[in-house]
């Protein structure tokens, strides 16, 4: 009995010993063992020799973000909500929250990604909501501000809480962490850990709008700050004081505007930070869709104005992801299925744009498909402005130009498409002043398409320059001296932009047709054809109202040139010898009336603030300061006019 009851002491001590033994082996091995999610974090905050260690006082914070970290790599993935994105109104079947968080449970590898998720919730409602769900919840107060409510797209609201996002996230390097900061309205169909560089010497990799070929330069670039992965070091910590220290100075400019500005002022070289641009086939958005479902990690609803607009359109994209899975699943038991799945129209968001204004035409947003925005400048009514001084003088002043002539055309509900040019290459003399150049030009004309969220149209003179043109400007112009130019005009339609076609001063109006069918033959239908007077003589040009009607024979939208149609070419004498181009700014109120009164779709003219010192073409810009008064009277003539609709003439004998 005594030797029974030894052998059973021992055989309990035995297995007592080999339990404890592996717990010890699971601990250890659960340090040591790595996986697509924490290689890219090995680096150790506390080794690294340009991180920044901060000795706060443990706090909820602290907390919170030690629970969501991926184990001593200290990382996290961070969203900030409010109650709009949280709690579902009455007219709801879901929320943005919902949305997010459904996208785990779909995705490839996702679901567990959620035990690292931070929410961090601004009001009280959203952080009730998080409670609920049972995940990691921070609540973000900020004392005498309400953020519980939707804040649209560039309102004072908006601005201010996403200044608060990046004062706190800022804390967050602080103390310690890296982290992968994503909008609520990001859909995670794949871990992107897997997509993301784990070369640890990259401090940030952020997503772009329109991804534009190069990981590297931040010159050809448009940042997108709802989603990228950044690490805690001296450098980043840096970058975010900087950024946020100039909250203050850029009044009416959001946090992603103002980050896009230093970085064109070389901030990242500046700090020495290494930064990789994110390809949109991968981390994807409503601006730039994916080309490839079997790649796509994440999908954004950028480019989008509203949250119902978001919601009805990222539930579209995971529909069309549930498609693919599906289809997959199919193609493995039949590998002859060769159905191509492909993103639904993203129609909410492209309509999201559409500003109310009354009884006055609708207003759109930069952000458009081109497609949409000429069918609504088509529709316009009464017509559509394209506006804007003659060249790009300088950032300040095409900055202050857009705003006020946004802000006059607004008042009338005319769709604004602002104008300048880059470089002005058709110049009487070698000597006249040209413009910044394409590159610099391209950048000033993004930021004021950005800033007043207008669609932009500037001039193109050769092949080359359409690509990169058509990469920002929303309308491509083809000089009148270039009408005819074929392979100009390819090269503009393949850009997928709206072509507005210069009529040749020297061109009869049926030349038009032709111009205008070499841009719908090289497969792009968004063609738009305008007039701009017709020489007479040597050193002038006259308006033949006529043409007016005879160019709709190209079956597109007409626009009326009421600046350049008054130039006299060459016909100015300098004291100093030579010759400038001359013009009758008197007799624009004139040609525009009949232009409008006609019926033209579109006005083009030239603006400018100071039109006798303008360094090019001061005499046939219009003065800024009776901008508004001309519109009026334009807006009440095509009202009154039935110009837009062919006369029915019928010339059978009159009988009483």
């Known amino acids: 009995m005594a030797m029974d009851n030894t052998k059973q002491l021992v055989g309990n001590f035995a297995v007592l010993f080999l339990f404890f033994a592996g717990l010890v082996v699971l601990y250890n091995w659960s340090f040591s063992y790595t996986d697509p999610l924490i290689s890219i974090q090995k680096e150790s905050i506390c080794g690294s020799s340009n991180s920044t260690i901060i000795d ?25 909500v409010n109650k709009a994105y949280a709690d579902q109104d009455i007219k709801g079947d879901t929320t943005m929250l919902d949305l997010f968080l459904n996208s785990f449970w779909l995705g490839e590898r996702t679901r567990f990604l959620l035990d690292n998720l931070l929410i961090v919730a601004v009001d009280r409602t959203a952080y009730d909501r998080c409670q609920f769900l049972r995940l990691n919840c921070f609540r973000l107060e900020t004392d005498g501000v309400d953020f519980e409510g939707e804040k649209v797209y560039m309102s004072q609201e908006f601005i201010k809480m996403m200044w608060r996002r990046t004062s706190f996230l800022l804390q967050v390097l602080k103390r310690g962490h890296n982290f992968i900061f994503t909008d609520t309205d990001v859909m995670w169909l794949r871990n992107p850990f897997e997509k993301l560089s784990n070369n ?23 940042v ?20 946020y220290g100039r909250k203050d100075n850029t ?8 980050l896009q500005d230093l970085i064109r002022q070389g901030i990242f070289g500046q700090l ?14 409503f601006c730039q869709n994916s080309k490839d479902f079997g790649a796509v990690t994440t999908v954004h609803a950028n480019c989008c104005r509203h949250i119902a607009a978001k919601v009805a359109d990222l539930k579209a994209a995971l529909w069309d992801w549930k498609r693919f899975r599906k289809f997959e699943s199919d193609k493995r038991l039949n590998a002859n299925l060769t159905t191509k ?45 394209l506006a804007g001084p003659n060249v790009i003088e300088s950032e300040e002043h095409i900055l202050r130009m857009a705003k006020h002539i946004k802000s006059i055309s607004t008042k009338f509900g005319l769709p604004l498409v ?69 392979d100009l005009l390819v090269a503009a339609a393949k850009t997928g932009k709206i072509v507005n076609i210069k009529k040749g001063q020297f061109c009869a109006p049926s030349v038009m047709v032709n111009s205008a069918e070499k841009v719908r033959l090289a497969g792009n239908p968004n063609v738009m054809v305008c007039e701009r007077g017709t ?66 779709d579109g006005i083009f003219m030239e603006v400018h603030d100071d039109p006798l010192n303008a360094p090019v073409d001061g005499p046939t810009q219009w003065p800024l300061r009776h901008l508004e008064e001309l519109l009026e009277e334009l807006v009440a003539i095509s009202r009154a006019s039935k110009g837009k609709q062919r006369f029915n003439i019928d010339v059978t004998p009159f009988h009483e």
């Not at 190069?214 to 670039?221: A, C, G, L, T, V």
């Not at 009044?251 to 103002?258: A, I, N, R, S, Y």
């Not at 020495?272 to 958005?285: A, H, Q, W």
């Open 56 to 80: 706060l006082p443990r706090d909820e914070l602290d907390s919170v973000l030690a629970k969501a970290s991926m184990g001593r790599n200290k990382t996290v993935i961070i969203t900030i």
């Open 200 to 222: 640890e010497t990259e401090d940030i990799q952020i997503s772009t709008d329109v991804f534009r070929g190069d990981h590297w330069s931040p010159e050809n670039q448009s």
């Open 224 to 243: 997108n700050t709802g989603f990228y992965f950044i690490r805690s070091n001296n450098k980043t910590i840096s970058l975010f004081e900087t950024w």
């Open 251 to 258: 009044t009416g400019q959001k946090e992603q505007d103002v």
């Open 272 to 285: 020495g930070l290494k930064v990789r641009f994110l390809d949109t086939n991968y981390f994807s958005g």
């Open 341 to 385: 799945i492909r993103w639904t129209r993203h129609s909410w968001c492209w309509n999201s744009w559409k500003i109310n204004t009354g009884d006055k035409a609708s207003v759109y947003s930069c952000f458009m498909d081109p497609t949409l925005l000429y069918n609504q400048l088509k529709a316009a009514n009464p017509f559509f402005l």
């Open 418 to 486: 602002f104008k300048s040019s880059f470089d002005k290459a058709n110049r009487t003399s070698s000597k006249s002043f040209r413009g910044p150049g394409m590159v610099e030009g391209l950048k000033i004309l993004e930021k004021v398409k950005i800033a007043y969220d207008i669609p932009i149209v500037t001039d193109v003179h050769e092949t080359l320059q359409c690509e990169p043109v058509g990469r920002v400007a929303d309308i491509i112009q083809i000089p009148a001296f270039l009408c005819r130019q074929t």
């Open 535 to 600: 020489m007479f003589g040597y050193n002038d040009l006259i308006v033949d109202p006529r043409n007016l009607e005879w160019l709709r024979e190209s079956n597109c939208p007409v626009v009326a040139d009421i600046t350049h149609s008054l130039q006299q070419p060459a016909g100015r004498k300098l004291d100093g010898g030579g010759v400038a181009s001359g013009g009758f700014r008197e007799l624009i109120p004139c040609i525009s009336r009949t232009a409008v009164a006609v019926g033209v």
